[in-house]
């Protein structure tokens, strides 16, 4: 009576085991294998385009010297926008940044580029300090200022921030939640709210599939 027992156990675990441990699998490789979309004006997935590559830039970093997109060239990268007297969002974000960091620290194929929307108070001593306050290794993430119009040009031509237009003038302002991930051949993977763990995760998941 009892091996007819453990007979009939081992049965029912099999058989509830197995379609699980396999639906388990497939459902890992599909989400490992699956290739990330390509994305063209407000957040919208489109086919791969060369001419939705994200142009170049040159602005000025935190330690004052002028840094160009060579930075980021052949890299995987992730760009924001913030400003460092942010009391709302911009905390969030730069930690869910720092997260990334944190989770890449050696690697080389990565890098993070956070552009001010207040370039006016957002002085390179004022960046150096906010990224030594947060213990942010320039090397791999820089913070960027510089002029107001071309920052915010920057954003919405070729980041795609924005769906709305704006003249980078006194009144105009930026305020976006959004990680971007942007590819080694400069195309647009992903949209992500910084401010949301779940969202940061995932992003950190894609950025190990780029880089694979």
């Not at 956070?114 to 150096?128: A, G, I, Q, R, Y």
């Not at 401010?195 to 894609?206: A, C, F, G, P, R």
């Amino acid at each position: 009576m009892k091996n007819k027992r453990r007979v009939y156990f081992w049965f029912v675990t099999l058989v509830i085991c197995v379609p699980l441990l396999a639906f388990t699998l497939v459902n890992y490789v599909e989400s490992n294998s699956k290739s990330l979309p390509y994305y063209g004006e407000n957040f919208v997935e489109i086919k791969k385009s060369e001419d939705r590559k994200v142009g170049d830039f040159e602005f000025t970093n935190q330690d004052g010297l002028t840094q160009a997109s060579t930075f980021v060239k052949g890299k995987v990268w992730i760009a924001c926008y913030f400003f460092t007297t942010c009391p709302t969002i911009c905390p969030r974000m730069i930690a869910g940044m720092g997260d990334i960091q944190r989770e890449f620290s050696d690697e080389d194929q990565l890098r993070m580029v956070s552009f001010t929307v207040d370039p006016d108070k957002d002085t390179p001593e004022v960046l150096k300090q906010y990224a030594s306050i947060r213990n942010i290794n320039t090397a791999q993430w820089n913070l960027l200022t510089g002029n107001k119009k071309d920052l915010y040009k920057y954003a919405r031509k070729e980041l795609t921030l924005l769906a709305t237009d704006g003249d980078g003038g006194p009144q105009d302002f930026i305020h976006s939640d959004r990680l971007v991930l942007i590819d080694q051949d400069n195309l647009i993977r992903g949209y992500y709210d910084g401010t949301e763990s779940t969202e940061v995760k995932q992003l950190i998941k894609d950025i190990r599939k780029l880089i694979k």
